[in-house]
């Protein structure tokens, strides 16, 4: 529930506006990403349409069919008596989904890679690593750039204060905040670049 609570909208489009002219100007990458946060933090077969829809027209192999038990077991969720705990899981499980669709960041760091442009491709790394939702994901793709950026090791190592500090937290307002303001600065700390 914490977790979910901290999942705030990055970029503060709804997703009945994603046919909206603001929307369609936005890159293809943070149409992407507005359309798999819009998903995650409201599960509904209008949201996944969206998302289907996109993918046909960005040409991305997602398997759409397969998020549908999720909806289902949302509505479930909601009549049983441990519905906290069962969304909690429930929220991972969905977290490890939406990081299958990579975000389109990791695709244009491999081309300044193979260009040898070594800032732009930590930047667009540590986009996409902005962009991913699952512990298991986050850390993974830290661990992959720590090869050409060690501060990434650092960030994994301060994330994974950031997981114990999440796992261990109360639920009231005053804990909840706290646990924004570390996460936020963890973000903040994992898109200010330190090469060299």
Not at 10 to 28: C, D, G, Q, V
Not at 165 to 185: I, M, N, V, Y
Request: proline share 3%; with cysteine.
């Amino acid at each position: 529930m914490m977790f979910l609570l901290l999942r705030i909208l990055r970029l503060k489009i709804r997703a009945n506006s994603s046919r909206s002219e603001a929307f369609k100007r936005l890159p293809h990458k943070d149409q992407l990403a507005v359309l798999k946060e819009c998903l995650l933090n409201n599960p509904s077969e209008a949201n996944l349409r969206n998302l289907a829809e996109f993918a046909g027209r960005a040409s991305l192999k997602i398997d759409i069919d397969s998020y549908r038990p999720f909806l289902k077991s949302q509505l479930e969720i909601f009549k049983g008596k441990n519905a906290i705990a069962e969304d909690n899981d429930l929220y991972m499980k969905e977290c490890e989904w939406m990081d299958k669709i990579i975000p389109l960041e990791f695709e244009e760091a491999k081309q300044f890679k193979s260009e040898n442009e070594t800032q732009k491709y930590v930047e667009r790394s540590l986009e996409g690593i902005a962009r991913l939702y699952s512990d298991k994901a986050i850390l993974s793709a830290l661990s992959e750039l720590a090869q050409d950026y060690p501060h990434a090791s650092k960030l994994a190592e301060s994330y994974k204060h950031l997981m114990q500090a999440r796992d261990e937290s109360g639920a009231d307002d005053k804990s909840l905040e706290a646990l924004r303001k570390q996460k936020e600065a963890w973000e903040n700390d994992l898109l200010n670049v330190r090469l060299g």
